[in-house]
């Protein structure tokens, strides 16, 4: 087969390149210079700022930036440059970003992989081949990949599959079947619990599936909200789950397309008792998540405060895990008001910083780093749709 | 009257385009050729019978004009479009004999699928053809390309031509083709011709990517892979009535089906091992009948009139992918059923346009057209657009010695009717287009030429009923443009010429579409949100020589240059930026040889850097590319058989490229075609 020559063929051009490049590509990442965005933070506890852009849909450009504290250096496609003999770079499509024992985890929803790198150098590490790749998490001896499983808008209704796989391996050593379109996931204990979209469904999808992770079976399902999306554990038993909202359009007399939210894009949080006696699934206040994060006891999320009347208003909330207060900040009286489409947050529990990716859909985004008190820091060019982020 | 078979025929017609100039008795080509040039101000840039053989596809003739960035998606099935001076491909109307091919739903319009048999030129006209009775359509696009069919000639009192052809080449490509023509006694003339391609359209491209490190050393790779489904299969069949009694009327009808599928390969990126990159299949069903009357009163006026029905219907199926067969065990069900779209397109059009030489200096045009079209899907929640176009349009035509112009009003107005709900609601758009065209002969040989024309483009029933988006309060694209420019004749005698056109311009797209994400940014939506400032220059030269009866050298090059910056947002990064797919330089060169009954062309392209998106980073540019094409070809006449023999190798430097990012294009191909006629 010409595709089985062509992968004999890459992997020998890789090795070749590899060889005639060694100095390079084994190398610290410390040669790429960068582009100063801000002063160094030397004495901080992180060393990186790992910015995975997801790049345009089928357009294979999926890069992998990373700030550096020491010198305030904003590198572009750390990944390609540490890795230039990997065909076709890290692929299309990055969806998630994950940091497990130095080894960073990125998953590539268009190009059905899943990459480990090494994080201290972004030197490729391994790839894993898995159907539509959606959200990673980890527990001490696997990882667990979310997985549409080739299902297709408009085509037959298909259940997605968590995929697990052998941390010392890398080879996948276990599937189940989950709801429609799973998505973030997160474990708990010796549960693993997935939220379930139903993207592609006519009917969204309004479930999480706990899969127990001695038998790796879903042992229950959770009914919680429609169209679910981020999920995240707190560390003090209880699963913080996102939903997309419920929209429809509509033209009204003069033609005009008019959007109406009929649920919002609105936060859940269960415990992991939930079933047993009275703890059932409840939304936190009015809270609207574009995108999230958890930073020690907080969860962090931007969303449109107006988005229920069509209007804008991106709003930061921070979440209480322990204490469930909610803080809203409208962007709007802030530094913070030049992000233009909040993509992504990631959080610095040390000095309470705040990162935003900021997706162009014309041309490539930003990244800002703002103070807890949304003073802007620094800002820096990024690649196609920043989304993932993860401190090293 | 038509012979009985023809009746079946009548089912699929559309005509050519006559002028009453074009009554003037020659059916040889040089006569379409100077009635399409006669009584049009704006002097095209045009190729005809000669070069346009040589070429191997009407969209690689398209794209030697000046001021032309073909789109193409690569291979014989890949879509191809023109973008005429950064105005985008929906500012271009495409006529074939005077009566556009459009359609609603996209106003895309895939040159790929036109044939070049039966063509006799090709032209480009920027701002617009200003000739008598012309329809009001024809003043709307901000520009135009016509393509003429060429009029059969009958040698020697013939009742009938026959040819028949076939070409077979790289890709793995038969592309048999037949044309009968026949002379009634009574002075109309048919012509049936029917022409079909297969091909399984796979080449090999390199993929590879090297970057230079600080310390000067260069890595990556350079891989090669093979294009899959890219394979197509289509059949055309069209059948042309005409007929002209010489200085009062004239009609045609024309026919035309096509039919084809093929495999939609999609971008190249990167993709698990096993997975096929794409199996999507599209299908296509095109078929129009048009007509055209035209009929002189007296010495003043003249009267014409067109009529069009077509109706279209693409079937898209969009495959799942089938797993890998290391994840697919044996309990793994059969592959899934794709998800299939169907789109139907119907349109019906009507004009109407009188013309009067109220004094030798001046001329009335008037033209009312109007369309409907009507789009059928079985999309969830479909709207099912209709649209009511009506196009009215006065223009005034000054001819004093030395001095041409024209002024023309045209005013558009659409009524869209669609379901919301569970019923129908109605939205109307109108805009009034003005223009004015000028050419002033200095001299016999030195002419200059101008032109300032608003037009605009309506939303197409994508920008403002897809499903998945939505539009508030959507305008119609705003085009600006004002151009100057020059024609001179160099030298000219008997064997042979010397010309330079150039021009300069300056236009300003406004309310452009583009889709942007909306308060719930996993939906988007269609705004006026784009600005483009271009300002631009063409120069094309063309000289041939014959130095003997039989022998010829000639050359033609052309230059443009596209300055078109993105002035959306002074906010963001694509302030200012070239905007995407569009070179500030590009070019083409066509060489000529003929000697002896044979001909050889060189055809160069040359395309500058270009960028992906307006923020011109070196992260989205797409490399400069040259290609270089040949063609050579041979008659013969073999007792009483005219044998056409045709070789033609394309992309002869095999340059790897890409027109669009991701859409690699083939290397060297060729192909050999084969005719004769009796």
Redesign the interface.
């Known amino acids: 087969m010409?595709?089985c020559a062509?992968?004999v063929?890459?992997v020998a051009?890789?090795a070749v390149?590899a060889g005639?490049?060694k100095?390079?590509?084994t190398s610290r990442d410390a040669?790429l210079?960068g582009v100063n965005v801000a002063v160094g933070e030397k004495n901080g506890a992180f060393r990186k700022l790992f910015v995975l852009n997801e790049g345009g849909f089928?357009?294979?450009?999926s890069?992998l930036d990373f700030f550096r504290f020491s010198d305030g250096n904003y590198v572009?496609?750390a990944f390609?440059?540490m890795n230039?003999?990997?065909?076709?770079?890290?692929?299309?499509t990055g969806n998630d970003l994950a940091l497990l024992n130095n080894k960073l985890w990125l998953v590539?929803n268009?190009?059905?992989?899943v990459h480990v790198i090494d994080a201290r150098d972004e030197v490729h590490v391994a790839?894993i081949?898995?159907?539509?790749p959606r959200y990673v998490a980890f527990d001490a001896s696997h990882a667990y990949v979310s997985s549409y499983?080739?299902?297709?808008?408009?085509?037959?209704e298909?259940k997605g599959k968590v995929y697990r796989i052998d941390l010392k391996t890398y080879r996948?050593d276990g599937e189940v079947e989950v709801g429609y379109q799973p998505e973030g996931l997160a474990v708990a204990g010796n549960a693993l619990y997935v939220a379930n979209s139903g993207g592609y469904n006519?009917v969204h999808e309004k479930s999480v599936s706990v899969i127990d992770l001695s038998t790796f079976k879903v042992s229950k399902t959770i009914e919680v909200a429609s169209n679910l999306h981020f999920l995240v554990y707190d560390g003090y038993g209880k699963i913080w789950v996102s939903s997309?909202?419920e929209?429809s359009?509509?033209?009204?007399?003069?033609?005009?397309?008019?959007?109406s939210?009929s649920e919002p894009?609105g936060l859940y949080s269960f415990t992991t008792q939930v079933g047993s006696g009275s703890s059932l699934p409840e939304k936190i206040g009015d809270v609207h998540v574009?995108c999230m994060t958890r930073s020690a006891d907080n969860i962090y999320a931007i969303g449109?405060a107006?988005?229920m009347s069509?209007?804008?208003d991106n709003t930061l909330y921070e979440v209480s895990v322990r204490g469930g207060s909610v803080t809203a900040t409208s962007l709007s009286k802030t530094d913070a008001a030049?992000v233009g489409?909040p993509?992504g947050i990631c959080v610095n529990p040390e000095n309470g910083d705040i990162y935003i990716a900021d997706?162009?859909?014309?041309?490539?985004g930003?990244v800002w780093c703002f103070t807890k008190d949304l003073k802007l820091k620094w800002s820096a060019?990024a690649?196609?749709l920043p989304a993932h982020m993860v401190l090293y | 009257m038509f012979p009985s078979f023809l009746a079946a025929f009548l089912l699929f017609i559309q005509a050519p385009e006559c002028h009453p100039e074009h009554s003037e008795g020659s059916d040889t080509l040089k006569a379409a050729m100077v009635s399409s040039i006669y009584g049009s101000i704006i002097v095209p840039q045009r190729i005809t019978s000669g070069e346009l053989k040589s070429a191997s596809g009407l969209s690689e003739a398209v794209r030697r004009f000046a001021g032309v960035q073909l789109r193409d998606y690569g291979g014989v099935g890949g879509l191809k479009t023109v973008n005429v001076r950064s105005l985008g491909s929906e500012h271009t109307g495409v006529f074939i004999d005077g009566i556009q091919v459009d359609n609603a739903q996209n106003m895309q319009v895939d040159l790929g699928r036109f044939s070049l048999e039966g063509l006799g030129s090709v032209s480009l006209f920027s701002g617009q053809k200003v000739s008598p009775l012309q329809s009001a359509k024809e003043y709307s696009s901000a520009s135009s390309l016509y393509l003429e069919s060429a009029e059969p000639v009958f040698a020697g009192g013939k009742r009938n031509n026959f040819v028949f052809g076939t070409g077979a080449g790289s890709f793995m490509t038969i592309s048999p083709s037949a044309v009968w023509e026949h002379h009634f006694p009574g002075g109309s003339k048919l012509k049936i011709s029917a022409g079909g391609v297969s091909s399984d359209g796979r080449y090999r491209f390199h993929?590879k990517?090297?970057?230079q490190?600080?310390?000067g050393?260069l890595?990556?790779?350079?891989?090669?892979?093979?294009r899959f489904n890219s394979d197509i299969t289509s059949a055309r069949v069209e059948a042309r009535l005409s007929s002209r009694t010489e200085g009062i009327s004239s009609w045609n009808i024309h026919a035309y089906f096509y039919g084809s599928g093929r495999g939609l390969p999609?971008?190249?990126?990167?993709?698990?091992?096993?997975?096929p990159l794409s199996e999507d299949r599209q299908t296509d069903r095109d078929a129009f009948l048009q007509g055209r009357y035209h009929r002189d009163l007296g010495k003043v006026w003249s009267l014409a009139a067109k009529v069009k029905l077509s109706f279209s219907h693409l079937e898209y199926t969009?495959?799942?992918?089938?797993?890998?067969r290391?994840?697919s065990g044996p309990s793994t069900p059969l592959r899934?059923?794709?998800?299939?779209?169907n789109y139907r397109n119907h349109a019906a059009y009507l004009s109407a346009s009188a013309s009067a030489r109220i004094s030798p200096t001046i001329r009335i045009n008037i033209a009312q057209d109007i369309q409907y079209d009507y789009l059928d899907s079985d999309l969830?929640s479909f709207?099912y657009p209709g649209r009511l176009s009506s196009w009215s349009c006065a223009s005034a035509m000054l001819h004093r010695g030395s001095f041409d112009a024209s002024a023309t009003l045209l005013y558009l107005n659409v009524m869209?009717s669609?379901l919301?709900?569970s019923s129908r609601?109605?939205?109307?758009r109108d805009v009034l287009m003005p223009s004015i065209v000028f050419k002033w002969k200095a001299s016999e040989n030195l002419s200059f030429n101008g032109f300032a024309k608003r037009s605009f483009r309506m939303p197409t029933f994508n920008d403002?009923y897809y499903?998945t988006?939505?539009?508030?309060?959507l305008d119609p694209e705003d085009a600006l443009q004002l151009d100057l420019g020059v024609l001179w004749d160099v030298w000219s005698s008997k064997t042979g010429h010397f010309s330079i056109k150039a021009d300069a311009y300056r236009n300003l797209l406004q309310n452009k579409i583009?889709?942007?994400?909306?308060?719930?940014?996993?939906?988007w939506?269609m705004y006026n949100l784009g600005k483009v400032s271009v300002m631009g220059s063409e120069i094309a030269a063309d000289c041939s020589t014959k130095i003997s009866s039989l022998t010829e050298i000639g050359m033609t090059a052309r230059y443009t240059f596209q300055y078109s910056r993105d002035r959306?947002d002074p906010?963001?990064?694509?302030w200012n930026?070239q905007i995407p797919y569009i070179p500030v330089h590009s070019g083409s060169l066509n060489l000529l040889g003929a000697a002896g009954g044979w001909r050889l062309d060189i055809t160069a392209f040359m395309t500058g850097e270009r960028y992906?998106?307006?923020?011109n980073?070196p992260?989205?540019q797409l490399a400069p590319w040259t290609t270089l094409d040949a063609a050579l070809s041979k008659g013969l006449r073999i007792s009483g058989y005219d044998l056409t023999l045709k070789l033609r190798l394309n992309n002869l430097l095999d340059q790897q490229y890409e027109i669009v990012?991701?859409y690699p294009m083939p290397g060297f191909n060729f192909r050999f075609d084969l005719s004769f006629s009796f």
């Open positions: 010409n595709r062509l992968l063929f890459s051009v890789l390149a005639c490049q100095s390079e590509t040669d210079a089928q357009k294979n450009n890069t572009s496609d390609g440059s230039p003999a990997i065909v076709q770079g890290l692929g299309d590539m268009g190009s059905g992989y790839s081949a898995i159907p539509d499983n080739g299902a297709i808008y408009g085509g037959d298909k996948i006519y997309y909202g929209s359009w509509s033209q009204d007399d003069g033609g005009n397309w008019v959007q939210m894009m574009m449109n107006a988005e069509g209007g804008y030049k489409n993509y997706a162009d859909y014309t041309g490539p930003k060019v690649g196609m | 993929v990517d090297f970057r490190y600080s310390d050393s890595a990556g790779y350079d891989t090669t892979m093979t999609g971008p190249v990126y990167k993709k698990a091992g096993e997975y969009d495959f799942p992918e089938n797993l890998p290391s994840l899934d059923r794709p998800a299939r779209y969830r709207a869209d669609f919301s709900g609601s109605s939205a109307r403002l499903t988006v939505g539009t508030k309060t583009i889709a942007v994400p909306t308060s719930n940014q996993f939906r939506s959306s906010e963001a990064l694509t930026g992906t998106t307006s923020a980073l992260a989205y990012d991701n």
